[in-house]
């Protein structure tokens, strides 16, 4: 595995955030490379979740700077998140039941091809879904994520949980993104089905992608992150390299016990 570089591709710096009379975020910093999975941790309210939708774009900070490569970048709707090549995998998936995986992969995406007339290619003639094209590459997607779906054309109806995180998480790739943050991933699924998210996680990272990962769980964090950031009361509380830290001083950050 190649090792992250120097310079950030997305860094936070000094972001604040008021929700209503709540200040949400307080001078919060965070930077991710490539090659890099940097999991963001507290507890409840703490922050982590409006950040994340900061990167998306879905809310904007009232103060502070976003950068990408080093370079100031605003980020004022998730379609110049989708531009900054930052993709988003949220807790609710918005995945659809009566599609199948390409079907989802795709939605609002669809490759097309130009239709043939009787007498040869014709402009006049229209376009039309290129259902084989959107086909391979739905499989060379999944198959960069060693994902264990059967086949592309699987109904999602007939998905476990963990086959649905997959498809959230392919259908991030689609736009060849640079970062990629997701939320909670392993909320609600089996032993079995954490283990293949993880190794999902695991690939974004050898694919070269800069990963965030916000969780509860810790021994998910530990299994797959390089670095650990907490918050908590919407301030950074600590920063770990996953490798070196104790479960205990990563407690200690998030229950307040220690203090950055």
């Known amino acids: 595995m190649t090792g992250p ?12 955030k ?13 930077d991710v490379h490539a090659h890099e999975v940097v999991a963001l941790v507290g507890d409840n309210a703490a922050g982590k979740s ?26 004022p709707s998730a379609a110049a998140a989708h531009a900054l090549g930052i993709a988003t995998v949220f807790q609710d998936l918005a995945l659809c039941d ?6 989802n992969l795709f ?12 007498f040869g290619r014709d402009s006049r003639a229209g376009v039309a879904v290129d259902d084989a094209a959107m086909e391979d590459e739905a499989r060379e997607i999944l198959a960069s994520l060693t994902s ?22 392919a259908r991030t790739l689609l736009g060849r993104p640079r970062v990629v943050v997701l939320d909670e991933p392993t909320a609600s699924l089996s032993v079995a089905q954490t283990a293949e998210v993880l190794t999902h996680i695991e690939s974004l990272r050898e694919l070269g992608h800069a990963v965030i990962l916000i969780s509860h769980n810790m021994t998910d964090v530990r299994a797959v992150a390089d670095r650990i950031e907490v918050l908590r009361h919407g301030r950074n509380n600590g920063s770990f390299f996953a490798a070196r830290a104790s479960y205990e001083e990563i407690l200690a950050a998030i229950t307040g016990a220690t203090t950055a």
């Open 50 to 75: 409006t950040l994340a939708k900061i990167v998306a774009g879905v809310l904007q900070p009232d103060a502070g700077l976003i950068e990408m490569d080093g370079q100031p970048v605003t980020v």
């Open 148 to 169: 264990r779906i059967p086949s592309v054309r699987t109904p999602l109806r007939v998905l476990s949980a963990g086959q649905r995180q997959t498809v959230a998480i």
């Open 18 to 30: 008021s929700l209503g009379h709540v200040e949400a975020l307080t001078d919060v910093d965070l």
């Open 107 to 118: 939605l609002g995406r669809e490759l097309l091809r130009r239709r043939r007339s009787w």
């Open 5 to 16: 570089s120097r310079v950030p591709v997305l860094s936070l710096r000094g972001i604040h």
């Open 98 to 103: 009566n599609l199948d995986v390409v079907g």
